[in-house]
């Protein structure tokens, strides 16, 4: 019988001053605990995919949550029978996710608002938000992303890169002006960006869906939701129960 092996999907943005002494120190001790997968650091924050034995890979968690920067790192797990990735790397970027937009990282500033998976479902079980607003779903993911499944009725935007979704949203906010607008992304972090740029930009009747698909999925399910979820690793894409599209060998 295979050993499980535990999957995370986890980011956070602080303040960081020494992203490659972070980056390196992180590699260091993932790599310590055979884990697989990529770390993202940047002055922004931190971006984590990674892999390995449970026990492992949860107290590689605790250690990073050890410093104060990460105490309240939310993950996002998922299980798999193999690696879905082939090897450990560790990145130091500008951005722990490229938008090129200046503010849009909720460092120095409150985030944006956000509503959590349940309430986004009541919303949709009952058409509309607490206030009677229309809810609109708007998927801030690129073309190939969106191609393997979305919420059901959700704005998609043709568009192959992140940082082209301020163009092409352009078109459609007047007749969003009326209506509850929910971002979302797979984990949260584009939509985190996407809503406070909008706020900027004077939609201030945007929420973010709180950790994304997959915190959905962990905490809602399938319900809403049409398809899978493309994901950046070797599984492809998870179905609302997390398990990959495709049967693994």
């Known amino acids: 019988m295979r050993a499980m092996v535990l999957n995370i ?9 020494d992203p490659h002494a972070l980056a390196g120190a992180l590699h260091a001790r993932a790599h310590a605990a055979e884990l697989l997968g990529t770390i993202l650091v ?7 995919f990674l ?9 590689f968690l605790d250690a990073v949550r050890g410093d104060p920067r990460f105490a309240t790192l939310l993950v996002k797990q998922s299980v798999s029978q193999t690696f879905p990735f ?3 790397k560790a990145k130091v970027k500008p951005e722990i996710i490229t938008f090129r937009h200046d503010g849009t990282a909720p460092v120095g500033r409150e985030r944006a608002p956000a ?4 309430d986004l479902a009541r919303w949709l079980d009952q058409g509309h938000d607490d206030a009677g607003k229309p809810v609109v779903l708007l998927d801030t993911r690129n073309e190939e992303e969106f191609g393997h499944g979305s919420f059901a009725g959700a704005l998609t935007l043709p568009i192959t890169d992140f940082t082209e979704l301020p163009a092409a949203l352009e ?3 007047p007749a969003l002006a009326e209506a509850t607008v929910v971002s979302f992304c797979t984990g949260g972090v584009r939509c985190e960006k996407a809503a406070l740029w909008m706020h900027d930009t004077g939609m201030t009747n945007v929420l973010q869906l709180e950790g994304g698909i997959l915190g959905y999925f962990e905490q809602v399910g399938g319900r809403h939701y049409d398809g899978a979820c493309f994901v950046f690793d070797q599984r492809v894409a998870l179905t609302p129960d997390l398990a990959p599209v495709a049967a693994e060998g």
């Open 9 to 17: 999907a986890a980011y956070h943005f602080v303040a960081i001053d």
């Open 42 to 48: 940047a002055p922004e924050g931190l971006n984590l």
């Open 86 to 88: 082939a090897r450990l």
């Open 51 to 59: 892999a390995g034995a449970p026990a492992a890979l949860h107290g």
């Open 115 to 118: 509503v959590s998976p349940q």
């Open 171 to 173: 078109p459609h906010r």
